[in-house]
């Protein structure tokens, strides 16, 4: 990393974790107000919200950089895919964890078959196993071609699922009206999350470059077959 | 060239041929499909009249474990004696290979349901008598579907170390919706006032256009000998 990128990554990361650190702050209830039939658990919504939709836009780099690996063949966009679903999934686990906190507080139950968790846990399942798959496939490029398919696949999977889990009895609220200061709370913790999950996602994908380079050093960036079989020798070596 | 419908029924011909004169698959996936039943049904309390919802998700087990292996070997016909390479330089369409394998699927998943849902019936004594035709459309777009996904990924995974697990990995979760979606139908269709629900028969075709063109434009990408 050259000292210019080094200092952007610090600065980024000051930057993120001091907002962090505000938000939190943020959720005093002279603040942000207890929400009045819900009571105090109602903050983990600040949380939830946020993490949830950044988990559909990781979803979605996933989906891009699948496509831009089958159109290309270049191996920077099977890092750029592994790492966004590697967000992915703790960006689910993490909506899974504070929706069942809520769902014990407000239900009294841990697990619900309702059709958001139902749709939550389906997600969760499709990018566990998208990184479950990557280490059983031995050739890189094998492994690359696989998980791009998946990858589209999975996506496409979403809306699908949103339909399915419509047919199941629901529980969840479907609205809540926020106050002024809750909503001014939701857009900072939006902003932070959001600043997280680019942060992670970026590192990670500089962390699966670096192992690439360090594995692969040269001619494995097109699809030839003599690079593919190169690397296969190397992957089978290794 | 020829046109894609002879080259379909040509490689379809095939495979049923090797399959009818062999009958490695489908006596494996019945007999697994029989055995799940039996595991499911002791499990459940032998003896009690099991509900639509119940049977519906056990008829599911007894598809999608046995579909995954009908999958898996009508691919695995190609790996023998390097087969695949011989059909990939014949002059076919990668997408007729595709269509065609999915037939060959469809014909073996379908033979495992022939057998398999009378013994649920025999076993499980769930009455499909009024809604039969509402529990064949669904089943029949469901496995359409679950199909075209298992096609897709039996190509992809064909080629690897652990083919049989991974293939199951990866098609299970992406098959969830129609399992949803099937239990919810056939929950209404059984306990409910028996007609068919919009929706659900909407998401169950949206799924099967969705993958079976998605599988149809990748399938070729995968394809190596």
């Given at each position: 990393m050259t000292s210019g990128k080094k200092?952007?990554?610090?600065?980024?990361?000051?930057?993120?974790?001091?907002?962090?650190?505000?938000?939190?702050?943020?959720?005093r209830d002279d603040i942000t107000p207890v929400e009045r039939t819900m009571g105090p658990i109602q903050k983990v919504f600040y949380f939830h919200l946020p993490v949830a939709i950044n988990t559909f836009i990781a979803a979605m780099v996933v989906f891009i950089a699948s496509i831009g690996y089958l159109w290309q063949r270049k191996m920077w966009w099977d890092d750029l895919a592994s790492a966004a679903a590697k967000i992915a999934a703790l960006y689910c686990s993490v909506v899974l964890l504070t929706g069942m906190i809520w769902g014990k507080e407000a239900w009294g139950q841990w697990w619900t078959w309702s059709p958001r968790l139902t749709f939550s846990l389906v997600l969760w399942l499709l990018y566990v196993v998208y990184l479950m798959i990557r280490p059983a496939i031995e050739s890189p490029q094998r492994r690359a071609l696989v998980s791009s398919v998946y990858g589209i696949a999975a996506f496409l999977d979403v809306p699908v699922v949103y339909l399915s889990v419509k047919l199941m009895p629901d529980i969840h609220p479907r609205s809540i009206e926020l106050a002024p200061a809750m909503k001014v709370t939701l857009l900072w913790w939006f902003v932070s999350v959001s600043l997280l999950m680019w942060g992670l996602l970026i590192t990670r994908y500089r962390i699966n470059r670096r192992v690439r380079d360090l594995n692969y050093p040269v001619g494995d960036e097109t699809r030839t077959e003599s690079s593919g079989r190169v690397a296969r020798a190397a992957g089978g070596a290794s | 060239m020829m046109p894609l419908y002879r080259q379909v029924?040509?490689?379809?011909?095939?495979?049923?041929?090797?399959?009818?004169?062999?009958?490695?698959t489908i006596g494996l996936v019945v007999v697994l499909g029989i055995l799940i039943m039996v595991v499911l049904g002791m499990g459940l309390g032998a003896g009690k009249p099991i509900s639509g919802f119940s049977a519906t998700a056990i008829l599911w087990v007894a598809y999608i474990f046995g579909g995954v292996l009908c999958f898996e070997k009508t691919m695995a016909v190609e790996r023998h004696d390097d087969a695949l390479a011989g059909l990939l330089v014949a002059p076919i369409d990668r997408g007729a290979i595709f269509i065609a394998k999915l037939i060959t699927n469809l014909v073996l998943i379908a033979g495992l349901a022939l057998v398999v849902t009378p013994v649920a019936i025999l076993l499980f004594r769930f009455d499909i008598s009024g809604h039969a035709l509402g529990f064949s459309i669904i089943i029949a777009l469901g496995m359409t579907g679950f199909a075209a996904v298992g096609t897709l990924f039996a190509a992809a995974v064909s080629s690897t170390r652990l083919q049989g697990g991974l293939l199951a990995l990866l098609v299970f979760p992406l098959s969830l919706p129609i399992i949803?979606?099937?239990?919810?139908?056939?929950?209404?269709?059984?306990?409910?006032?028996?007609?068919?629900?919009?929706?659900?028969?909407?998401?169950?075709?949206?799924?099967?256009?969705?993958?079976l063109i998605m599988s149809w434009l990748v399938f070729e990408l995968v394809l190596e000998p």
């Open positions: 200092i952007l990554a610090v600065t980024f990361w000051i930057v993120t974790l001091t907002l962090f650190a505000w938000t939190i702050w943020l959720l | 029924i040509l490689i379809v011909g095939k495979d049923v041929r090797i399959e009818a004169r062999g009958r490695q949803i979606v099937s239990t919810q139908m056939m929950r209404s269709l059984f306990e409910g006032a028996g007609s068919m629900n919009v929706l659900g028969l909407g998401t169950l075709a949206a799924f099967d256009v969705i993958f």
